[in-house]
């Protein structure tokens, strides 16, 4: 989850879109929901190309989860081949004390509020977040979306393999944050529709972890300094509560049915970096690569810092449908982020 004293934001300079991303919307129950798709420029007329489902933050949006905290995704996207699909979660106005801002957020965890199947979601102090609408109330711990957002990815995905030239095979999906949470949800819950899941900062609530019925691969990485989501399951800096990742790896794998015991895991691009990936499961077809990143906090991994936000902008792309967010900050072309190298180094394992 992310501070709440981001969203209002500050001005500055507007990203112009690139040629290759391209505003979509379809209609899902009842709601005009919109994505965004980028397709590299040097694919062939008529290649099948691997597609990443991305989701972006709370209260981030579609375009600037790319521009932002990922530092330009889909320039890795080009190098590596893939097309990007950036869908944006629903969103309402709510006034704070830092004063009106558009408050997006994805239902990763099926309506539930305040207690789990493991017990209570968040602490009795608990940091009060905006309750959306739709949801009635959130009680003492909600904070998310009610929408149908796995029906809207689920009818994302077949709208992407109908519309565009992409490999229905090769359907990752991957998110940030509550972006995370989701991807980790309809992972679980459509599990036949995809090839890979990566989780970047986030994992859903104790108790809510799941097993796919269809084996993936999981890549997880977390920041050791993140107490927005603290990867070993401690309550948040906000008081909430998030599984960690060894208990995510657990029932991912099936309660650990597999014969060999979690190893190191190395892998070029993160040779010369500050990170530590372990495997577990490798023998079996739902692998977990688990990475933490000891100097990291709540950021895409990689990166120096929030540059001045974490994804509450948007580009000119999305101005329109999202009036009340800020232009944002155009990603550095110089700078080269192991995190994002990672992230398609291991969907072009699977």
Request: proline fraction near 8%; hydrophobic fraction near 35%.
């Amino acid at each position: 989850m992310c501070v709440l004293a981001f969203a209002a934001g500050c001005a500055k300079e507007p990203v112009s879109p690139s040629a290759a991303m391209v505003r979509h919307t379809l209609e899902h129950d009842g709601l005009e929901r919109e994505y965004f798709v980028y397709r590299p420029s040097h694919a062939e007329a008529g290649a099948l190309l691997p597609v990443v489902i991305f989701m972006h933050g709370y209260g981030g949006s579609a375009t600037g989860t790319e521009a932002e905290v990922t530092q330009g995704l889909n320039r890795y996207a080009e190098e590596y081949g893939y097309v990007m699909v950036y869908p944006q979660s629903t969103w309402f106005m709510s006034d704070t004390t830092d004063g009106a801002w558009e408050v997006t957020s994805w239902n990763h965890i099926s309506d539930g509020f305040d207690r789990g199947p493991a017990g209570p979601i968040c602490t009795p102090d608990a940091e009060k977040y905006p309750c959306p609408p739709e949801c009635g109330s959130c009680g003492e711990c909600g904070w998310a979306s009610c929408n149908d957002d796995v029906g809207f990815l689920r009818q994302l995905v077949a709208t992407v393999i109908r519309e565009e030239p992409v490999d229905s095979q090769q359907i990752h999906v991957a998110g940030f944050s509550n972006g995370a949470l989701m991807a980790q949800r309809v992972a679980c819950e459509a599990s036949q529709l995809f090839s890979a899941a990566a989780l970047i900062g986030g994992r859903v609530e104790p108790g809510f972890e799941c097993t796919p019925e269809y084996p993936l691969p999981l890549l997880q990485v977390n920041g050791g300094a993140d107490e927005s989501v603290p990867a070993d399951g401690h309550a948040s800096s906000s008081g909430y509560f998030f599984a960690s990742t060894a208990s995510t790896t657990w029932f991912w794998t099936d309660e650990a049915a597999c014969a060999t015991e979690p190893r190191p895991w190395e892998i070029p691009v993160i040779a010369d970096e500050p990170v530590q990936c372990t495997l577990a499961c490798g023998d079996t077809q739902h692998p977990v690569f688990d990475c933490l990143w000891p100097e990291g906090d709540h950021r895409w991994p990689g990166t120096p810092g929030f540059r001045g936000s974490n994804g509450y902008c948007v580009t000119t792309l999305q101005a329109a449908s999202m009036p009340e967010q800020t232009l944002c900050i155009a990603p550095d072309p110089d700078a080269d982020i192991w995190g994002s190298r990672l992230l398609f180094e291991f969907f072009d394992r699977y």
